[in-house]
């Protein structure tokens, strides 16, 4: 191979990202004919692929600048020494922000039941990373969540519209503020404190990571004055960023310079009677913070993750095809085709995963309140969070892997950015071990292992694959219904059950929609039938493999 050929194989490889990366995934096409059809798909699909051209011309330039050389900015002072405590943006990154909420990811969380065009217009932000906008997406999407369905009419009327408003330049940003720097993920030792100001509060008090620090909106718990200690005594608030042009008692101590979601502002924020409302009444306020706040983040989180893997794969699968060594493609190599499978199969099976748990999420947004759905929902809210962000960082890296030395280089391909962002998104609203506790603490109390393995049982019925399946999720399920009595259980094995268990899940999904050889490789570790490392047939399952995925641009 000479210099002009090796480059003209990179340039065709750059060539293969459509134009129209909607269009061009097959599965998910496949995922979205299971559960949404008629007129609503049909615009559903003329928005996606009109957003996904914005998101290769209008985002993916932009936030590849601004993601490795742009940082935000703390203002604390405007030029006549007010304090203003602004974020400065490049401004590529209000470039980019327009288009994000033009496509209506936002807007569409004023209608219920509309999951899956947000979690689809996300998804395709996502093959950008994490671009700055995903998360201020998310977390504007879970604020006016609360809003429309827990706060008083005045409240609702006085802040969501300015939060549904698809014009970027006019449009409120919403952010949520939890975390305290004592607590981490203990939010039950919040110190912020609330107190009764006539039918308002004033928050005092500091937050400790408050990503969207440049937001209007702030979705803040805070322990009401004189309640009870623990997550039963905090409130949910909305807090305005200013009030009459100037900040309602709100500083922004400093950013946080982070490992990835580098273009996105995060920083650590000090409230001194802040004017604040109620979202809802007080006793409800943990139930509103994690029951829609956190685990709308959760799941727009597992579906960013998917985003990432889907991306990973891309550029892994067309890369291999095209780069050669030894005389030959290096897809050709056995070791090189089984790395291919294995990242197809985690960004396959990731998608899938997403895809069921996004219409838990439309039925309920919807107002479906029957107990299947909403404890299946539980359940699965949490572990696919924690499957997908992991399967994103794994399928990243093992991409970086296929690209040698070059996937290590910032100006080569996006793997380094998808790469830092996926370890950030494996923190994001409870680390793994924080979701697996509330899994086992959920199991205790409430009936949701059932509904759990009924999604998987009904996803595999009637393919291949619905006897293994079923074998291979008896011993999860074995082991979680122990997880309910035996905490020293729970604590050493609760997430190999969880594993085990997502894994099925993501199988059966995958069977259901046509593919198969996909879901027999995922559940080939679980020793279902075969032994991954020892089959003589390994070359024909991953060829299996990498034919149902399809090669991008082919």
């Given at each position: 191979?000479?210099?002009?050929?090796?480059?003209?194989?990179?340039?065709?490889?750059?060539?293969?990202?459509?134009a129209?990366?909607y269009?061009?995934?097959?599965?998910?096409?496949?995922?979205?004919?299971l559960?949404?059809?008629?007129d609503?798909?049909?615009?559903?699909?003329?928005?996606?692929?009109?957003?996904?051209?914005?998101?290769?011309?209008?985002?993916?330039?932009?936030?590849?600048?601004?993601?490795?050389?742009?940082?935000?900015e703390?203002?604390?002072?405007?030029?006549?020494g007010?304090?203003?405590?602004?974020v400065?943006?490049?401004?590529?990154?209000?470039?980019?922000?327009?288009?994000?909420?033009?496509?209506?990811v936002?807007a569409?969380?004023?209608?219920?039941?509309?999951?899956?065009?947000?979690?689809?217009?996300?998804?395709?932000?996502?093959l950008e990373?994490?671009a700055?906008?995903?998360?201020?997406?998310?977390?504007?999407i879970?604020?006016?969540?609360?809003?429309?369905?827990?706060?008083?009419?005045?409240?609702?009327?006085?802040?969501?519209?300015?939060?549904?408003?698809?014009d970027?330049?006019?449009?409120a940003?919403?952010?949520?503020?939890?975390?305290?720097?004592?607590?981490?993920?203990?939010?039950?030792?919040?110190a912020?404190?609330?107190?009764p100001?006539?039918?308002?509060?004033?928050?005092?008090?500091?937050?400790?990571?408050?990503?969207?620090?440049?937001?209007?909106?702030f979705?803040?718990?805070?322990r009401?004055?004189?309640?009870?200690?623990?997550t039963?005594?905090?409130?949910?608030?909305?807090?305005p960023?200013?009030?009459d042009?100037?900040?309602?008692?709100?500083?922004?101590?400093?950013?946080?310079?982070?490992?990835?979601?580098?273009?996105?502002?995060?920083?650590?924020?000090?409230?001194?009677?802040a004017?604040a409302?109620?979202?809802?009444?007080?006793?409800?306020?943990?139930?509103?913070?994690?029951?829609?706040v956190?685990?709308?983040?959760?799941?727009?989180?597992?579906?960013?993750?998917?985003?990432l893997?889907?991306?990973?794969?891309?550029?892994a699968?067309a890369?291999?095809?095209h780069?050669?060594?030894?005389g030959?493609?290096?897809?050709?190599?056995?070791?090189?085709r089984?790395?291919?499978?294995a990242?197809?199969?985690?960004?396959?099976?990731?998608?899938a995963?997403?895809?069921?748990?996004?219409?838990?999420?439309d039925?309920?947004?919807?107002?479906?309140t029957?107990?299947?759905?909403?404890?299946a929902?539980?359940?699965?809210?949490?572990?696919?969070?924690?499957?997908?962000?992991?399967?994103?960082?794994?399928a990243?890296?093992?991409?970086?892997?296929?690209?040698?030395?070059?996937?290590?280089?910032e100006e080569?391909?996006?793997?380094?950015?998808?790469?830092?962002?996926?370890?950030?998104?494996?923190?994001?609203?409870?680390?793994?071990?924080?979701?697996?506790?509330q899994v086992?603490?959920?199991l205790?109390?409430?009936?949701?292992?059932?509904?759990?393995?009924?999604?998987?049982?009904?996803?595999?019925?009637?393919?291949?694959l619905?006897?293994?399946?079923?074998?291979?999720m008896?011993?999860?399920l074995?082991?979680?219904?122990r997880?309910?009595?035996?905490?020293?259980?729970?604590?050493?094995?609760?997430?190999?059950?969880?594993?085990?268990?997502?894994?099925?899940a993501?199988?059966a999904?995958?069977?259901?929609a046509?593919?198969?050889?996909?879901?027999?490789w995922?559940?080939?570790?679980?020793?279902?039938?075969?032994?991954?490392?020892?089959?003589?047939?390994?070359?024909?399952r991953?060829?299996?493999?990498?034919a149902e995925?399809?090669?991008?641009g082919s």
């Amino acid at each position: 191979m000479t210099y002009d050929t090796a480059r003209q194989a990179l340039r065709a490889w750059r060539d293969e990202l459509p134009a129209d990366p909607y269009s061009d995934d097959r599965l998910l096409a496949d995922l979205l004919d299971l559960y949404v059809d008629g007129d609503r798909r049909a615009a559903l699909d003329a928005t996606a692929a009109a957003f996904a051209r914005d998101v290769t011309a209008v985002i993916a330039p932009r936030a590849a600048r601004y993601d490795r050389r742009h940082d935000p900015e703390h203002v604390p002072y405007d030029g006549l020494g007010e304090r203003i405590d602004a974020v400065e943006f490049d401004p590529g990154y209000h470039e980019a922000g327009a288009a994000v909420w033009a496509s209506r990811v936002v807007a569409h969380s004023g209608e219920a039941g509309r999951a899956f065009e947000q979690a689809t217009l996300l998804l395709l932000l996502s093959l950008e990373g994490e671009a700055g906008h995903a998360c201020p997406a998310t977390c504007t999407i879970g604020l006016a969540r609360a809003l429309r369905r827990r706060a008083s009419d005045d409240v609702r009327e006085r802040f969501l519209p300015a939060l549904l408003d698809p014009d970027y330049a006019r449009a409120a940003r919403g952010a949520q503020f939890l975390t305290e720097v004592q607590g981490g993920s203990d939010v039950g030792a919040n110190a912020c404190v609330a107190t009764p100001d006539g039918d308002l509060f004033r928050i005092s008090g500091e937050k400790w990571f408050c990503s969207v620090a440049d937001a209007d909106q702030f979705f803040v718990t805070a322990r009401v004055a004189g309640g009870a200690a623990g997550t039963a005594g905090l409130g949910s608030f909305v807090v305005p960023r200013e009030i009459d042009g100037r900040p309602n008692g709100f500083r922004l101590r400093r950013l946080k310079d982070k490992l990835g979601t580098r273009g996105l502002a995060s920083g650590e924020i000090d409230f001194t009677e802040a004017v604040a409302w109620p979202i809802g009444a007080l006793s409800d306020g943990i139930r509103t913070a994690v029951g829609i706040v956190l685990n709308t983040s959760r799941w727009m989180t597992a579906v960013g993750s998917a985003g990432l893997a889907r991306r990973a794969r891309r550029e892994a699968v067309a890369y291999a095809h095209h780069r050669e060594a030894f005389g030959q493609r290096i897809e050709e190599f056995g070791s090189l085709r089984r790395l291919l499978a294995a990242i197809c199969a985690q960004a396959d099976g990731s998608l899938a995963l997403v895809m069921a748990l996004t219409d838990l999420e439309d039925r309920l947004d919807a107002g479906a309140t029957d107990p299947a759905t909403v404890a299946a929902h539980r359940f699965w809210v949490n572990v696919a969070k924690y499957l997908a962000s992991r399967q994103a960082t794994s399928a990243v890296r093992d991409a970086i892997e296929v690209l040698g030395g070059n996937g290590t280089i910032e100006e080569f391909s996006i793997l380094p950015r998808l790469y830092r962002d996926a370890i950030v998104y494996e923190s994001w609203e409870g680390t793994h071990n924080v979701l697996a506790a509330q899994v086992m603490n959920d199991l205790k109390r409430l009936e949701l292992l059932e509904p759990a393995a009924d999604l998987v049982r009904q996803a595999a019925a009637g393919t291949p694959l619905a006897a293994a399946i079923d074998e291979q999720m008896a011993p999860a399920l074995a082991g979680l219904a122990r997880c309910r009595s035996d905490a020293e259980h729970a604590a050493w094995h609760g997430r190999d059950h969880l594993d085990r268990l997502g894994v099925c899940a993501e199988a059966a999904l995958l069977a259901r929609a046509g593919r198969v050889a996909t879901a027999q490789w995922l559940l080939a570790p679980l020793g279902a039938g075969y032994d991954v490392g020892t089959d003589a047939g390994l070359a024909d399952r991953v060829d299996a493999v990498l034919a149902e995925a399809g090669r991008p641009g082919s």
